[in-house]
């Protein structure tokens, strides 16, 4: 198979890992607890990004690239997914009234695509 490709599955099945942190977050803190959705994804996305990180070094990009400096680039890739996370959700939800799951959805799709190319083009790169 080859590399992109490889990497790409794996990215999706590390993505899938990430989301069930970060949904399970933002659902919990909404229904559970009554915390609005936006800041409620912004805890979820941090929580995804630890188990992101951690897995994408390791499974997907096979990085030999020392932790102190893929670290402060995995954080800087994510920190921009974080804004953007943030920029979509307050346009479905706060100004376009959409339902937040399926606004979620959509976000996390456009960050994923953002996370993949930056990680692998800048953060992981050998």
């Known amino acids: 198979m080859p590399n992109l490709l490889r990497q790409i599955l794996a990215f999706v099945g590390v993505g899938l890992l990430a989301a069930v942190v ?3 977050l933002l659902i919990g803190l909404v229904e559970g607890f009554g915390f609005g959705p936006v800041p409620s ?22 990085s030999q690239r020392a932790h102190d400096e893929a670290w402060w680039r995995f954080a800087f890739v994510a920190a921009m997914g974080f804004g953007f996370t943030w920029m979509f959700m307050h346009l479905f939800v706060e100004r376009w ?5 399926p606004a979620q959805v959509i976000t996390t799709g456009l960050v994923m695509i953002w996370s993949f190319l930056a990680n692998r083009m800048w953060t992981f790169r050998k």
């Open 22 to 24: 970060h949904y399970g």
């Open 41 to 62: 994804t912004l805890v979820g996305y941090v929580g995804g990004g630890v188990v992101s990180y951690l897995l994408n070094r390791t499974h997907v990009f096979e």
């Open 97 to 101: 009234h959409a339902p937040y799951l």
